[in-house]
Nanobody, 120 residues
Framework: QVQLVESGGGLVQAGGSLKLSCAAP????????MGWYRQAPGKQRELVAF???????NYAESVKGRFTISRDNAKNTVYLQMNSLKPEDTAVYCC??????????????WGQGTQVTVSS
């Protein structure tokens, strides 16, 4: 059973910052695309950002310019630096590790999530 372990969530005031971390097994980390997703109450899960094994990144429009995803292959950890947080960023944030070859997913693992709450 592959475990992704998130940390760094919490309560912060609007305009503040938080940094999320997600540790993955070394056996998969360097070859995986790592992503952060979030789900707010009553809403569908949405992609926040992802970073490929080669370091290419992609962000949801709603977080561009405020959030930064990065990875440290030596530590098998992906990060999400969240700045200028807004109340609408409140959600459970989940880490994802996926590998796709020739259009077919080899695996798709999820963490349990960490709560981020932004007060106004």
């Amino acid at each position: 059973q592959v475990q992704l372990v998130e940390s760094g969530g919490g309560l912060v005031q609007a305009g503040g910052s938080l940094k999320l971390s997600c540790a993955a097994p070394g056996s998969i980390f360097s070859i995986s695309t790592m992503g952060w997703y979030r789900q707010a109450p009553g809403k569908q899960r949405e992609l926040v950002a992802f970073i490929t094994s080669g370091g290419s990144t992609n962000y949801a429009e709603s977080v561009k310019g405020r959030f930064t995803i990065s990875r440290d292959n030596a530590k098998n950890t992906v990060y999400l630096q969240m700045n200028s947080l807004k109340p609408e960023d409140t959600a459970v944030y989940c880490c994802n590790a996926v590998r796709t070859r020739l259009g077919i997913k080899s695996y798709d693992y999820w963490g349990q999530g960490t709560q981020v709450t932004v007060s106004s």
